[in-house]
């Protein structure tokens, strides 16, 4: 199994630096990185060019212009541009534990995907990893436990329940990503693009696993987004969930 570790960013630079960071200390690496960047300026490839650098993995960065909040659309592209078998997802103002992606590899089963939960930072952490210089070692971070024992016991919690996912920590075979057709690029600003991917897996036979315990992350603090267009994202949700949709049209191909 070949893994790739997909990492979603907007114009947050210092943050991505960070998150960068935490993929350095895996003690699994990925076998290829995807920055999906949805529109970022110059700062964001200069962070990315400095990674790079900094590691033997194959880095790809994967951006658009910048026309809004299309989270859904650059996911799509990067899901495109992947060639491992197993894409594991994160957001760049996510902090990861050293074991995050050997966690993953050794919980992926085919036949699902998987979500996870993460930790809030306080503003006063996030301020404190933010003053370190560029590219420091990260010091441990509280909150948390891991207990991987415990992991495969909570597998399936809330398995049938599309609602309980974070697309800050996903993880799917791509073969399921692309018979679904990825994302639904329907879904523009904030929010329920992962439930609405998330009820096509399952509508499709991909069942849901949950990985708790193992492959922490640690969430770093900012002002909230916009909930503007959550209304019209959880009507295309519930569209899915309750028609029983597999696949869209508007999503990797656009076929329509």
Same mark, same amino acid.
């Given at each position: 199994?070949?893994? !790739?570790?997909?990492? $979603?960013? &907007?114009? /947050?630079?210092? =943050?991505?630096r960070l998150c960068l960071g935490s993929v350095l200390n895996q /003690? +699994?690496?990925?076998?290829?990185?995807?920055?999906?960047?949805?529109?970022?300026?110059?700062?964001?490839?200069?962070v990315v060019e400095e990674f790079s650098s900094m590691t033997s993995v194959c880095v790809k960065h994967i951006w658009h212009e910048d026309c809004g909040f299309r989270l859904a659309a650059i996911r799509n592209k990067a899901i495109a541009e992947a060639e491992?078998? &197993?894409?594991?997802?994160?957001? *760049?103002?996510?902090?990861?534990?050293?074991? =995050?992606v050997a966690d993953h590899v050794k =919980? @992926?089963?085919? *036949?699902? =995907? +998987?979500?996870? $939960?993460?930790?809030?930072?306080?503003?006063q952490t996030t301020a404190e990893l933010l003053a370190l210089a560029p590219w420091s070692s990260l010091p441990r971070l509280k909150g948390g436990c891991r207990l991987p024992l415990i992991?495969?016991?909570?597998a399936n919690l809330r398995s049938g329940d599309g609602m309980y996912v974070r697309g800050c920590h996903m993880a799917f075979w791509r073969d399921?990503?692309?018979? +679904?057709?990825? &994302?639904?690029?329907?879904?523009?600003?904030? *929010?329920?693009?992962d439930s609405e991917i998330s009820f096509r897996l399952i509508n499709s036979g991909v069942r849901k696993r949950f990985i708790k315990f193992s492959a922490l992350e640690y969430h770093l603090h900012h002002p909230e987004a916009s909930r !503007?267009?959550? @209304?019209?994202?959880?009507?295309?949700?519930?569209r899915?969930? /309750? *028609?029983?949709?597999?696949?869209v049209p508007n999503g990797i191909i656009h076929e329509s």
């Open positions: 199994m070949t893994t !790739a570790l997909l990492i $979603s960013t &907007y114009n /947050s630079p210092d =943050f991505l /003690s +699994v690496m990925p076998n290829e990185i995807l920055i999906a960047d949805d529109g970022s300026t110059k700062q964001t490839a200069l491992a078998d &197993y894409i594991i997802q994160i957001d *760049g103002d996510i902090i990861l534990h050293p074991k =995050f =919980f @992926a089963r085919r *036949g699902s =995907f +998987v979500t996870g $939960s993460r930790t809030l930072l306080s503003e992991t495969p016991m909570m399921d990503l692309l018979a +679904v057709n990825g &994302y639904n690029e329907d879904i523009t600003g904030w *929010g329920r693009e !503007a267009m959550d @209304a019209a994202n959880i009507a295309i949700m519930e899915a969930q /309750s *028609g029983g949709m597999t696949r």
